[in-house]
Nanobody, 126 residues
């Protein structure tokens, strides 16, 4: 059973930074696609960023491009999301998700992800 546990959320001022972490167990994620999604109150879940574990290639939603960076620590089996220049519209519950190998070439469909974390709240305000 794959478990994903997010941490690092909290409150931050507008323009500030946070780094989210997603610890994965018990397996390593070679050939998996790992991603961050978010869901704001009253809104649908939306794609934020994805990283293909083996190749390291990344994808970002347009709304976070240039502000957020997805990365990995292979040895610790941890996925990160560095969030800079945060805006109030970034306020949401952030989820880590894992897509099994060869499931899809696309990263923006939530139904392609088999494993989800419990989420961590990020609140951005003045």
């Amino acid at each position: 059973q794959v478990q994903l546990v997010e941490s690092g959320g909290g409150w931050v001022q507008i323009g500030g930074s946070l780094r989210l972490s997603c610890a994965a167990s018990p397996r390593t994620f070679s050939d998996y696609t790992m991603a961050w999604w978010r869901q704001a109150p009253g809104k649908e879940r939306e794609f934020v960023a994805a990283l293909r574990w083996s190749s390291g290639t990344t994808d970002y939603a347009g709304s976070v491009q240039g502000r957020f960076t997805i990365s990995k620590d292979i040895g610790k089996n941890i996925l990160y999301l560095q969030m800079n220049y945060l805006k109030p519209e970034d306020t949401a519950v952030y989820y880590c998700a894992a897509m099994e190998p060869f499931r899809s070439d696309y990263v923006t469909a939530g139904y392609d992800y088999s494993y989800w974390g419990q989420g961590t709240q990020v609140t951005v305000s003045s």
